[in-house]
């Protein structure tokens, strides 16, 4: 089992350094996992094009193959490989809420894996928020996996220091941000469907979509 300490990096949550923000980008595209902050809790990312990658993810969360994957992007445009169509509703709600707090699930493109959407032909989307997510998504050039860092079936984790020893041991590199706020993850809207509809509410209570759901 690898020492934690090995591969823990204290990152700043505001200013990430360039340094450890480009030594997890490099182990990100050779293939491997690192652990990252998001806005309350941490995630696990890895190359979301790489099926080898998403291969890895399942493995160390113990995660049932039906379960999909959810991605995150720096810019818009880094939409339009991953989906068939953009409907104007999802425009309507990336308005709103991008970045960060909703993630939008949308009928996948053919370079998406199957293995990431667990055969579903559908991938959930988000515009990273948090400065650490953005900026490898950035340097990455390629959606990131933001699926949360907790064994299957486990609490999500917003600090590093209780993520399970299993999960830590299958990781390459963890960026800790110290304890972060916790909370419910995002909110989830499927605009694959018309109308659209909302699959979880998280972040952003449903009340907050009235007006672009039919709630």
Known sequence: MKNPSDH?????????QNGLIRR?????????VIAFP????????????????IEKIFAIKRRPRRAPILVLIERRRQLMP??????????ALMDRFWP?????VFEASAVVPEILTAGSGRIGIRMAGHPVARALVRQLKSPLTATSANLSGGPAV???????????????????AGPLAGG???????????????IREGIVPARSLEGLLPL
């Open 82 to 91: 991953l989906v068939k169509r953009v409907p104007r509703a999802a425009l």
């Open 184 to 198: 419910p993850g995002s909110t989830v809207v499927d605009v694959s469907v018309q109308p659209p509809r909302l």
């Open 100 to 104: 960060g707090r909703v993630t939008l």
């Open 8 to 16: 823990r990096c204290r990152i700043d949550s505001r200013r990430p």
């Open 158 to 176: 917003a600090d590093v220091d209780h993520m399970p020893a299993e999960l830590v041991a299958g990781l390459d590199l963890i960026l800790d």
């Open 38 to 53: 998001t806005r309350g809790l941490y995630g696990l990312g890895a190359d979301a094009l790489n099926a080898r990658s």
């Open 24 to 32: 997890a980008v490099d182990i990100i595209a050779s293939g491997g």
